[in-house]
């Protein structure tokens, strides 16, 4: 669960346990399909964000954010 959501931040781990614990359920997976999903996600957070989900969210914000600050500057 940390490793998912994140380690270097406060609700890293917290978004993580709600991952794996809610996902399967809403997704309807049986267990076995449940641990699988788990095994896929966890590499590609691994591998695609070694932060975390978190960590992902917040650079993302962060990207788009400055991305329509700067939009928005140059039309004004």
């Known amino acids: 669960m940390v490793m998912l ?3 270097r931040l406060l609700y ?3 978004v993580g346990a709600i991952i794996v614990n809610f996902l399967p359920e809403v997704m309807n997976l049986d267990p076995i399909d449940a641990r699988i999903a788990y ?3 966890l590499i590609a957070v691994i591998m695609l964000l070694p932060g975390g989900v978190m ?3 917040i650079d993302a914000g962060g990207w788009l954010l400055t991305r ?3 939009r928005g ?3 004004a």
């Open 55 to 57: 960590a992902g969210l």
């Open 5 to 7: 959501g994140g380690p």
């Open 68 to 70: 329509f600050l700067r």
């Open 12 to 14: 890293g781990p917290l």
């Open 39 to 41: 095994g896929i996600g």
């Open 73 to 75: 500057s140059t039309l």
